[in-house]
């Protein structure tokens, strides 16, 4: 093989690998949701909203119920820090434990997500997810709210 059809070859394997990767790093936001869905922990408010958009997720509320009457991101559930034990029966009710959970409280100062998290963990739960951006990154947004 000639130096200069190895060269286009290299070049094109290069070029089809930059734009396989340009492809991936554009995903839909549906197809980053997809993605955070096999990872666990932490979701930023991006994945959020995509979970939101397609409907895919369950948003339970970790703050007092007054505060999830006040305000809290539409269709979310209460299942407070502070009354979990008491709120939990009804939850499992609802929502069977292969459900995918997003778990949220005011912002990344609060530890109340996490809490129930774990919580629901400890219960069964295993696709729990906690948006640490919280009530707070969401209303910032702009994004549906109801209360």
Known sequence: MSG???????????????????AVSQLHPAASAALAKEESGDINLSAAKAFFDTHSACFVDARSEYSYY???????????????DEQFPDFRQKKTIETLIVVYCIGPSCDKARNVAEKLKKNGYKNVRVFSGGLVEWSHAGFPMEG
């Open 4 to 22: 200069k059809s190895l060269r286009r070859k290299l070049l094109a394997s290069f070029l089809l690998l930059s734009s396989v990767l340009l």
């Open 70 to 84: 006040k305000s809290h991101i539409k269709g979310a559930l209460s299942l407070s820090d502070s009354r979990f």
